[in-house]
């Protein structure tokens, strides 16, 4: 029982439970909206959302990183004075990007012609700023190590958007109520944060220039590198969007929601290796990293592959489960995006490792070409082809140069091989699970 006790408030199981939970409601929320929207609006709509991910994470870029740098490990009155700068640089920040929607909006007048596609834009600025208080709070309650409350902000917005998504599905009110109910849900998450004071707005009275500036200065590198990984993830979507249309979206889209579930325990999990990589190289033990960086790697490069062959022989069904009949045709896709997946764990804790040696501009750079190779690889094969299915076979050409780079990048310091990463990641899977049966037996007696 104690055992057990210690495992539900483990801030790494806590960590993972809040991104299950959020992933898992949100393909509640896909699924109905793929339901509910014709393919038309629904590809809008993820046009819509993709974008709005697209401008938060400059935001987050800019405030999240630098925040929880410069708040942990100092003295309450210090820290007072980081959150009012950063929320100072958050509205200044919020202002720009209002004003900036205002602008895309007009832009978008000239070059895409779908009414539907305009009309939410129409809100982007609203949303802009009601999500503001939820998402800082998020990052106060991060750096202070209070996940069990972000599992409960994430529940609060996911959980009104899905009832009001229920109550569309009987009323038909039409696209105007579900945007609405997007805004309202988000507004709600928004005011919870605000009457607990997770957001503590008031520390606004204590901020300084000196403290944005140098907000500012960190911030810039490290919103560098999530634009990069971000635009990687939606220039298909983009492309497809703009040289498809939002039908085309709508059905790679569905593929692509489920490959979503493969990220989340290898992005919770490599927020928890993150500290022991930064230790190894303090503590000036290289061949250590060499050897973790193989360990972790290996292991879930070994853990995916039965995802891989379930995706593989399932797709049909997961499409069909996903978005329904209608989005059948797409299965082929998510079989050719399982492939990759067994390249993403070295690509990711490759880019960890060079953070960690002091180089994020060489990760950044691997970023860089990534983005560009998947880019151009994606306009030639639909000006070629016309077709989704190649699209999906450019991301494994995209990520095997991405390890191919981080490789590259680390040969200075770290030598890995297929064989070693093999190896290292089955001893990592028999220490696991060595590990988890003596604490059960531990918790038995």
Not at 26 to 45: C, M, P, T, Y
Not at 89 to 118: D, G, P, Q, W
Not at 239 to 260: D, Q, T, Y
Request: include cysteine; proline fraction near 2%.
């Amino acid at each position: 029982m104690r055992f057990l006790k210690k495992i539900l408030t483990n801030n790494n199981i806590l960590s993972l439970t809040g991104n299950v939970i959020a992933a898992g409601l949100g393909f509640v929320s896909f699924a109905l909206l793929a339901r509910i929207f014709s393919k038309e609006d629904f590809g809008n709509w993820i046009l819509f959302v993709t974008v709005y991910v697209f401008i938060e994470l400059l935001r987050v870029g800019f405030l999240q990183t630098p925040l929880i740098k410069f708040c942990s490990g100092v003295n309450e009155k210090e820290k007072e004075r980081v959150i009012g700068s950063a929320w100072l640089f958050a509205l200044l920040i919020t202002a720009t990007f209002v004003a900036l929607s205002f602008i895309l909006k007009h832009i978008m007048l000239y070059y895409i012609e779908s009414e539907s596609a305009i009309y939410f834009f129409n809100y982007f600025w609203i949303l802009i700023i009601v999500t503001l208080p939820y998402n800082f709070s998020s990052w106060i309650l991060q750096v202070d190590m209070k996940f069990n409350k972000i599992i409960y902000i994430r529940l609060i917005s996911l959980g009104v958007f899905i009832l009001l998504l229920f109550v569309e599905m009987y009323l038909h009110r039409g696209k105007e109520f579900i945007v609405q109910s997007y805004l309202l849900s988000n507004l709600s998450a928004s005011v919870v944060c605000m009457i607990a004071g997770w957001a503590n707005l008031k520390s606004i009275r204590y901020a300084d220039w000196v403290r944005v500036k140098s907000l500012f200065n960190f911030g810039k590198f490290s919103m560098g590198t999530m634009v990069g990984a971000n635009l990687l993830r939606s220039s298909d979507t983009f492309l497809i969007g703009a040289m498809m249309g939002g039908e085309a979206v709508a059905i790679f889209n569905i593929p692509l929601k489920l490959f979503e579930l493969v990220e989340i325990p290898l992005r919770s999990f490599a927020a928890t290796a993150l500290p022991s990589f930064s230790k190894l190289v303090n503590n000036q033990n290289i061949p250590g990293l060499s050897k973790r960086l193989e360990r972790t790697a290996g292991m879930f490069s070994i853990m995916l592959l039965p995802v891989v062959v379930f995706c593989i022989v399932f797709a049909e069904y997961l499409v069909v489960l996903l978005g329904g009949e209608g989005y059948a045709e797409s299965a082929n896709i998510l079989r050719i995006f399982a492939l990759h997946a067994a390249l993403m764990p070295l690509d990711r804790y490759s880019g960890m490792a060079l953070d960690v040696l002091s180089r994020p501009h060489q990760n950044m750079l691997k970023v860089i070409v990534m983005v560009c190779i998947n880019s151009l690889g994606v306009f030639i094969v639909i000006k070629s082809f016309g077709m989704l299915w190649p699209v999906a076979i450019v991301s494994i050409v995209t990520f095997s140069a991405g390890v191919i780079l981080g490789l590259f990048f680390l040969r200075k310091d770290i030598r890995i091989v297929p064989s070693g990463l093999i190896s290292e990641g089955f001893k990592e899977i028999k220490s696991s699970v060595k590990k988890l049966k003596s604490k059960l037996n531990f918790s038995v007696d």
